[in-house]
């Protein structure tokens, strides 16, 4: 089941240190859906998912939040 991590509001840092976290609880391969209202996740995110191993699956808007579906790598 994908869980969805909520962090309208957050400024950076805390979208990407949240999303590691949550991503380090995770199961391989799990999905998680991250909805974050900070422009610089739109960065930083991506450049996680590409330094940790995850996979960015979809990075889309609805309005004000950006929302990415990521898979949690391997490692």
Avoid: W, Y
Avoid at 20 to 41: G, N, Q
């Amino acid at each position: 089941m994908d869980e969805t991590l909520d962090l309208v509001g957050l400024n950076c840092p805390l979208p990407v240190l949240r999303t590691r976290k949550a991503l380090a609880r995770r199961a391989p391969e799990s999905r998680l859906i991250v909805r974050a209202t900070d422009p610089m996740a739109a960065i930083d995110i991506p450049h996680m998912c590409a330094t940790d191993g995850h996979v960015l699956v979809e990075q889309s808007r609805d309005g004000d939040v950006l929302v990415f579906v990521l898979a949690r790598g391997r490692e």
